[in-house]
């Protein structure tokens, strides 16, 4: 089984075969020690990685190192979108950020995508995940917000799982398991469900990175005054 538990700023990837997680030797300074290690990968990828403003990606800067509040989050407060404009720090990559009708900033995360893919009839099971603030009409302008973009946040989401399938797949190698003979499973209403079978030839990694998306760039919505520099 390969264990995923994906955090605000990153995602930690180990595998457990025959009940047992697996190791390998720690290395410090670029020595291998012989004392053995839980074998955890860890990459920059989490719930609060922040769209990057050229719309290649999400990450590795998350919204909790940036001080930023979560949109969704910034909406269960009332606040409106006024317009998108980018966010920066110390030089570093540019991320696209939400103007507030009172003058702060949200990032656009992940999870606020993942929140505007949802469709009506999952809002009740979206707010058993992650609380009542997750109300319907937060996903509706959440979903105005994205559909905005200049870019396609599912390519940008494609590529931010790159890094999580290389990792996998390395983890996998290092340790003779066979990816094909694994299933995807994900949390639902406190039960574990089955998402979709792994596939010889396709396996795993393949299937973390497939699945329906909505085009928003051909579904923006009509009427909304949102403005993007």
Do not use: N
Request: aromatic share 6%; charged share 25%; hydrophobic share 40%.
């Amino acid at each position: 089984m390969v264990f995923i538990e994906v955090g605000g700023t990153s995602t930690d990837i180990t595998l457990i075969r025959e009940g047992r997680v697996r190791h390998r030797y720690a290395t410090v300074g670029g020595q291998r020690l012989m004392v053995p290690a839980l074998d955890l990968r860890t990459v920059a990828v989490g719930g609060g990685s922040m769209l990057r403003a050229d719309g290649r990606r999400f990450g590795p800067r998350s919204a909790h190192i940036a001080g930023l509040p979560y949109l969704f989050q910034a909406l269960a407060d009332g606040k409106q979108v006024v317009q998108l404009t980018s966010w920066q720090e110390d030089g570093a990559s540019m991320y696209t950020a939400a103007l507030l009708d009172d003058g702060s900033l949200a990032a656009l995360t992940l999870t606020d995508y993942w929140l505007a893919e949802q469709s009506s009839e999952e809002w009740p099971e979206v707010c058993a995940t992650i609380g009542d603030r997750a109300e319907a009409r937060i996903g509706a302008s959440l979903y105005d917000v994205f559909s905005h973009l200049d870019c396609r946040p599912q390519s940008a989401l494609a590529a931010t799982m790159h890094e999580a399938v290389a990792a996998i797949r390395e983890l996998a190698r290092a340790h003779g398991a066979d990816l094909a003979h694994f299933t995807l499973l994900r949390r639902r209403r406190r039960r574990a469900r089955r998402v979709r079978a792994g596939r010889s030839g396709a396996g795993l990694p393949a299937q973390l990175i497939r699945g329906p998306h909505r085009d928003l760039r051909d579904r923006r919505g009509a009427g909304s005054d949102l403005r993007q520099p």
